[in-house]
């Protein structure tokens, strides 16, 4: 726990999507989108979008995924307020068909 504890913690938003069409032009596709609608909203202390690491294939690798999305907010109330925006919604409604799975790991740091 931080010293101060009225400080609230950052959000760490860490999205994995497996596709359907794992082509590399195809992961190029939604690294690009990513890059266009989940970029430089309010509160965004880092954003990263990338491939799985295809030379990192230790035993505890989790490899079921193609991109990986890595956003840190300020606050919570900053990752709400990018969950609902519309750049966001239509992130999703742009990409989601070729979504096979999607998971979304979030953690608060301080």
Known sequence: ?????SKK???VHDVYFALHD???ETRSQLISACRKYLTDHPGTVYFGVGVVAEEMKRPVND???DVGLHVIFKSQADHDAYQVHQRHIQF???NKPNWKKVR???TAVD
């Open 92 to 94: 999703i409604e742009e």
């Open 9 to 11: 913690p950052a959000i």
């Open 63 to 65: 490899r079921d995924w």
């Open 22 to 24: 794992s082509s590399p």
């Open 1 to 5: 726990m931080s010293a101060d504890a």
């Open 104 to 106: 979304v790991f979030d």
